[in-house]
Nanobody
Framework: QVQLVESGGGLVDTGASLRLSCVAS????????MAWFRRAPGREREFVSA???????YYADSLKGRFTISRDNAKNAVYLQMNSLKPEDTAVYYC????????????????????WGQGTHVTVSS
């Protein structure tokens, strides 16, 4: 079992920055593939970024350069630094963990991730 708790969301103005945190318990994040997904109102869940067990990092092409994922093994946490936020970044952001239990490897797709956090809301005002 893996428990994931996100935090750091909020209401910000266009151009602001936020850092989302995802603290894990039950497993060590450095041994997992950890990811951030988001779901905007009226839209499907969307891949944001992932960091694999081997430290390989993946980003959605549209977000590369503004968002940065990182991992702190000592705190067993993963972070998402979001800069130059835009109204279209408004969404619920979810942290996810792929333990390998589902036997599928695709860090950009939600299906392999077997544990999810409750989500943290990010609202960017125009």
């Amino acid at each position: 079992q893996v428990q994931l708790v996100e935090s750091g969301g909020g209401l910000v103005d266009t151009g602001a920055s936020l850092r989302l945190s995802c603290v894990a318990s039950g497993r060590t994040v450095s041994a997992l593939t950890m990811a951030w997904f988001r779901r905007a109102p009226g839209r499907e869940r969307e891949f944001v970024s992932a960091i694999a067990w081997n430290s390989q990092i993946y980003y959605a092409d549209s977000l590369k350069g503004r968002f940065t994922i990182s991992r702190d093994n000592a705190k067993n946490a993963v972070y998402l630094q979001m800069n130059s936020l835009k109204p279209e970044d408004t969404a619920v952001y979810y942290c996810a963990a792929d333990t390998g239990g589902l036997g599928v490897w695709n860090p950009r797709h939600p299906d392999p991730y077997d544990y999810w956090g409750q989500g943290t809301h990010v609202t960017v005002s125009s």
